[in-house]
């Protein structure tokens, strides 16, 4: 399978502990979007990077949130000290380099936090 | 800020009938627009508009772009059970991609 693949499927962890998430692009795909989605909302944005670069991050992102695309292949996203509001399908994306390339989803992660 | 507005939030319609899903937008660097589907898992691409006036369309499913008034419509038709879904809409700014909320489509037999 050659699209884009998440890491695990579904978490459930209890409040205050940390968990991480993992994300692998298309292989070729130089882009890689984090977006969070919550019942009856459209995906929103938290993160993207170009490559192994961090190029930009949503204001709305807590400092509890980061993200890592160490070697500009696969990406991680790391919530430490969850809380219940952070409950929600976690998506991520890639794509080509620019205004004009189309995004293709991973399945997403489920996070449920007790 | 820049937003995305999608309209109807909800449609019931009977099999058969066709729909119009509507799409505003308001953004500071317009590249392009993409509609997407969603059913209960992630989003799979339907369209991606870049150009004012041309007609995309996929079997029963075709979409425009307006950039003077700045919408775009999704029409779908002679629904079938299987268009039952959330559609989306995206623009994409060159740096990010901002979704509306979507609307929920029901398509009864």
């Known amino acids: 399978d050659t699209g884009v693949s998440q890491d695990p499927r579904h978490k459930i962890t209890k409040r205050g502990q940390n968990v991480t998430f993992r994300c692998d692009p298309i292989?070729?795909?130089?882009?890689l979007y984090w977006y969070r989605q919550t019942l009856g909302q459209g995906p929103e944005f938290l993160t993207y990077?170009?490559?192994?670069?961090?190029?930009?991050k949503s204001r709305l992102l807590s400092d509890r949130f980061s993200a890592e695309r160490p070697k500009g292949s696969f990406s991680t996203l790391e919530i430490q000290r969850t809380e219940q509001g952070d409950s929600a399908m976690y998506l991520c994306?890639?794509?080509?380099?620019?205004?004009?390339?189309?995004?293709?989803f991973g399945p997403g992660t489920r996070l449920t936090v007790l | 800020e820049d937003k995305v507005v999608q309209s109807p939030l909800s449609l019931v319609v009977h099999e058969g009938d066709t729909v119009t899903l509507n799409c505003s937008y308001e953004?500071?660097?317009?590249?392009?627009l993409l509609w997407y589907k969603q059913e209960k898992k992630a989003p799979t691409f339907l369209f991606m508009l870049?150009?004012?006036?041309i007609e995309k369309k996929s079997g029963r499913l075709s979409s425009i772009l307006d950039k003077k008034e700045l919408f775009s419509i999704l029409n779908i038709t002679a629904t079938q059970t299987g268009d039952s879904a959330v559609y989306l809409c995206?623009?994409?700014?060159?740096?990010?991609?901002?979704f509306g909320t979507g609307t929920s489509l029901t398509v009864i037999p």
């Open positions: 990077f170009q490559n192994e670069a961090q190029l930009e």
């Open positions: 995206a623009v994409n700014t060159g740096n990010q991609f901002y």
């Open positions: 953004v500071t660097n317009f590249r392009s």
């Open positions: 292989s070729e795909h130089n882009r």
């Open positions: 994306a890639s794509s080509l380099r620019g205004g004009m390339n189309e995004q293709f």
């Open positions: 870049t150009s004012s006036g």
